[in-house]
């Protein structure tokens, strides 16, 4: 096959999610000097001086730049520092500097330059500020913690909330090399997103990122953390009381991931990677911050049983950090590849039934998620068209995902050669590493790598056009084949089916063995339970006795589902169960869908639903108290 012809220089896009003026200039290098300091109660604040190593690309831009920000960041002074070795005052030339308005989730930060930069001309600035409440930056008192006895502070910067973290150009069409310094109160460690870490004296953690990263990919923990080696690049970071779970879980685990991955997509460029597994009250699954991925406690379920979650985030080190959308309204390219690439690191290590029963729940996630919507709602395009002012968290939905997965599928099929795929996704990873790139980018390249496939007009088949996918809503055109699933689905179909008749046929019961069942194949059964429940009088009672590795399981996937169970088939004896699930950790999604069955309920499951939240409130992100509020009639935000 013809060797690809280098992508058009590609100007500029335009981030409507940023303020800033990121077109005309270049950032080379960001430092951090941060200190940070606890509060007695609430937030603490954090003293920051950002430096900006600036490369004015082209000319004409004015005698201003234009930075995102918070009205949560209060800059106290910018300055230009003269030239390395020039002549010039050491502390720099003071800038005007002024906040202004841009949209509900930032500002805009104006700085005057003493003339308009020429193009070529490299420029650094000084910027002092402190940060607090913002919604980049999450303090949690010690009760939201699983130790109880120290605040912890974490940042998460992903869509856009790192502006309230840091001034910069807060749009992931930007990457750039940083470094900082943290220094930190005694008795408190700090880790960042980079590819090196070393503590010095005073408490002050020193970190440097080497490989360019968008702005969202920058992250920072401080609290009482230790860590503990899991493989030859990675470790795992927790709280000193899930420390040993965390290692007894993810010992040699990460290394199988990384190896297969780099056979798959080419060399892991990162160095290390790490997990930091962090407190309860985490209302994510994962974060894919680079060496460094951040994680619900949820995962660690005592029998390795989850530890297949990891793929994902391990696949985002070459999709979405290393090749990144260069906007949120193309969110897809970040997630569906990362699920296309997800998905043949589990064939390769766990086989393609199991693979195929996973992106079943999948589907089935996207099906829910448009039926809930209309398949026509403009989110369920590929390529969305996010408004000025619109926050991009608001368009986060099933669609890039799953969508985005069965256009990636598309894609593989019409090649018809899962290795000349492979090979394809490897040059694509190569040519596009460390850039931000659009749908066209992606989509000239594969049809310049497959020029007798660009010669069929594949992109123009009728029903199937390359623009229909990015650009009409709806559920996908093409729909890959997970019907090699079938074999561990029809087992759980038919065991389902036994225990929602009326008279159970124990022995046909017993003549299924479910110990050898991988944890997507149990969800699948309890999904297929719970679509038939409430059950006959003492069924549910009768499955619970029969399959402890269900109704004792450690398991957050199957905790979820099997206090749905409870709650919907009215179990009172176990409804121990769900709030000792609910005190245990704080995951959005998990928390809202069970306070939804209490509500929707009996009398006892309301008081239940009421009983517990009073007791755990303390210990919930902010966003799903509000949400939880919601659900029980108490006002807070829509869930």
């Not at 995902?401 to 069965?406: A, F, M």
């Not at 245990?584 to 306070?595: F, I």
């Given at each position: 096959?013809?060797?690809?012809?280098?992508?058009?220089?590609?100007?500029?896009?335009?981030d409507?999610?940023?303020?800033?003026s990121a077109g005309?200039?270049?950032l080379?290098?960001?430092?951090l000097?941060l200190?940070v300091?606890?509060?007695a109660?609430?937030a603490?604040?954090?003293r920051?001086?950002?430096?900006?190593e600036?490369?004015?690309?082209?000319?004409a831009g004015?005698?201003?730049?234009?930075l995102?920000?918070h009205?949560a960041?209060a800059?106290?002074?910018?300055?230009?520092?003269?030239?390395?070795?020039g002549?010039?005052?050491?502390?720099?030339q003071a800038?005007p500097v002024e906040?202004?308005?841009?949209?509900s989730?930032?500002?805009?930060?104006?700085?005057?330059l003493?003339?308009?930069p020429r193009?070529?001309?490299?420029l650094?600035l000084?910027?002092?500020?402190?940060?607090g409440?913002?919604p980049?930056v999450c303090?949690?008192?010690?009760?939201?913690?699983?130790?109880?006895?120290k605040p912890?502070m974490?940042?998460?910067g992903?869509?856009v909330?790192?502006?309230?973290?840091?001034p910069?150009?807060?749009?992931?069409s930007v990457?750039f090399?940083?470094?900082?310094?943290?220094?930190v109160?005694?008795g408190?460690?700090?880790?960042m997103?980079?590819?090196?870490?070393?503590?010095q004296k005073?408490?002050?953690?020193?970190?440097?990122?080497?490989q360019p990263?968008?702005?969202?990919?920058?992250?920072?923990?401080?609290g009482?953390?230790?860590?503990?080696?899991?493989?030859?690049?990675?470790?795992?970071?927790?709280?000193?009381c899930?420390?040993?779970a965390?290692?007894?879980e993810?010992?040699?685990?990460?290394e199988e991931?990384?190896v297969?991955?780099?056979?798959?997509?080419?060399?892991?460029v990162w160095?290390?990677?790490?997990?930091?597994?962090m407190?309860?009250?985490?209302?994510f699954?994962?974060?894919?911050?680079?060496?460094?991925?951040?994680v619900?406690?949820?995962?660690l379920?005592?029998?390795?049983?989850?530890?297949?979650?990891?793929?994902h985030?391990i696949?985002?080190?070459?999709?979405g950090?290393?090749?990144?959308?260069?906007?949120?309204g193309?969110?897809w390219?970040?997630?569906?590849?990362?699920m296309?690439a997800?998905r043949r690191?589990?064939?390769?290590?766990y086989?393609?039934?199991?693979?195929?029963?996973?992106a079943a729940t999948?589907?089935?996630l996207?099906?829910?998620?448009?039926d809930?919507?209309?398949?026509?709602?403009?989110?369920?395009?590929l390529?969305v068209?996010i408004?000025?002012?619109?926050?991009?968290?608001?368009?986060?939905?099933?669609?890039p995902?799953?969508?985005?997965?069965?256009?990636v599928s598309?894609?593989?099929?019409?090649v018809?050669?899962?290795?000349?795929?492979?090979?394809?996704?490897?040059a694509?990873?190569?040519?596009?590493?460390?850039?931000?790139i659009?749908a066209?980018d992606t989509?000239e390249?594969?049809?310049?790598y497959?020029?007798e496939?660009?010669e069929?007009?594949?992109?123009s088949i009728?029903?199937f056009?390359?623009d229909?996918?990015?650009?009409t809503?709806g559920?996908?055109?093409?729909l890959?084949?997970l019907s090699p699933?079938?074999?561990l689905?029809r087992?759980?179909?038919?065991?389902?089916e036994?225990?929602?008749a009326?008279?159970?046929n124990?022995?046909a019961i017993e003549?299924?063995d479910?110990?050898?069942?991988?944890?997507y194949?149990?969800?699948?059964f309890?999904d297929?339970?719970?679509q038939?429940s409430?059950?006959?009088?003492?069924?549910?009672?009768?499955l619970s006795?029969?399959?402890?590795k269900?109704?004792?399981?450690?398991?957050?996937?199957l905790r979820?589902r099997w206090?749905?169970?409870?709650?919907?088939?009215?179990?009172e004896a176990?409804?121990?169960?769900?709030?000792?699930?609910?005190h245990?950790?704080?995951?959005?999604?998990?928390?809202?869908?069970?306070?939804r069955?209490?509500w929707?309920?009996?009398?006892?499951t309301?008081?239940l639903?009421?009983?517990?939240?009073s007791?755990?409130?303390?210990?919930?992100?902010?966003?799903?108290q509000?949400y939880?509020k919601?659900?029980?009639?108490?006002?807070g935000?829509?869930a």
């Open positions: 096959m013809a060797a690809p012809a280098a992508v058009r220089d590609r100007a500029p896009v335009r409507a999610a940023s303020a800033s005309p200039w270049s080379r290098h960001l430092h000097e200190r300091s606890f509060a109660a609430g603490g604040r954090l920051g001086r950002a430096r900006l600036l490369r004015c690309e082209r000319g004015g005698a201003e730049l234009r995102d920000a009205p960041l800059v106290s002074r910018a300055a230009l520092l003269p030239p390395p070795g002549p010039g005052d050491a502390a720099g800038l906040s202004r308005p841009f949209a989730y930032g500002s805009a930060l104006h700085i005057a003493p003339q308009a193009a070529g001309q490299l650094t000084l910027i002092d500020y402190e940060a409440e913002g980049g303090w949690l008192s010690p009760e939201q913690t699983a130790g109880k006895q912890y974490y940042t998460q992903q869509a909330l790192n502006r309230s973290f840091f910069c150009f807060d749009t992931p990457k090399t940083y470094s900082a310094t943290v220094k109160p005694e408190f460690t700090a880790v997103s980079a590819t090196s870490w070393e503590k005073d408490n002050t953690f020193v970190f440097k990122m080497s990263i968008p702005s969202y990919l920058i992250a920072l923990v401080v009482d953390i230790v860590s503990a080696d899991v493989g030859p690049r990675s470790r795992v970071w927790a709280e000193p899930l420390i040993e965390a290692k007894k993810y010992d040699g685990v990460i991931f990384l297969v991955g780099e056979k798959l997509f080419g060399p892991y160095g290390r990677y790490d997990i930091l597994f407190p309860p009250s985490f209302p699954g994962g974060m894919e911050n680079p060496c460094l991925t951040f619900t406690p949820c995962l379920a005592g029998d390795r049983s989850l530890v297949d979650v990891i793929i985030e696949s985002h080190s070459w999709f950090n290393l090749v990144t959308n260069a906007t949120w193309e969110f390219l970040n997630e569906g590849f990362t296309y997800q690191i589990s064939t390769e290590v086989g393609l039934p199991y693979t195929c029963l996973e999948g589907r089935a996207l099906r829910q998620h448009m809930a919507t209309g398949e026509d709602h403009p989110l369920n395009k390529r068209v408004e000025p002012g619109v926050n991009p968290d608001d368009t986060y939905n099933e669609t995902y799953e969508k985005g997965y069965c256009f598309y894609l593989a099929h019409l018809g050669d899962q290795s000349k795929f492979d090979a394809f996704l490897q694509y990873v190569n040519r596009f590493k460390f850039q931000s659009t066209d989509l390249f594969f049809l310049e497959f020029p496939l660009k069929k007009g594949v992109d009728p029903g056009e390359f229909r996918w990015l650009n809503p559920w996908p055109p093409y890959p084949d699933g079938q074999q689905m087992p759980a179909e038919e065991l389902a036994l225990w929602a009326d008279s159970l124990m022995e003549a299924v479910i110990m050898g069942w991988r944890t194949q149990l969800v699948y309890l297929q339970v719970l038939k409430p059950l006959p009088e003492g069924n549910v009672k009768r006795k029969m399959y402890p269900i109704s004792k399981a450690q398991n957050a996937e979820l206090c749905q169970i409870v709650l919907k088939n009215n179990l176990e409804y121990s169960k769900v709030k000792d699930f609910l245990s950790q704080g995951k959005q999604k998990y928390t809202l869908p069970l306070y069955a209490m929707g309920g009996s009398e006892a309301r008081a639903a009421m009983e517990t939240f007791a755990t409130a303390p210990q919930l992100h902010v966003n799903v509000n939880v919601k659900i029980l009639g108490l006002g935000a829509e």
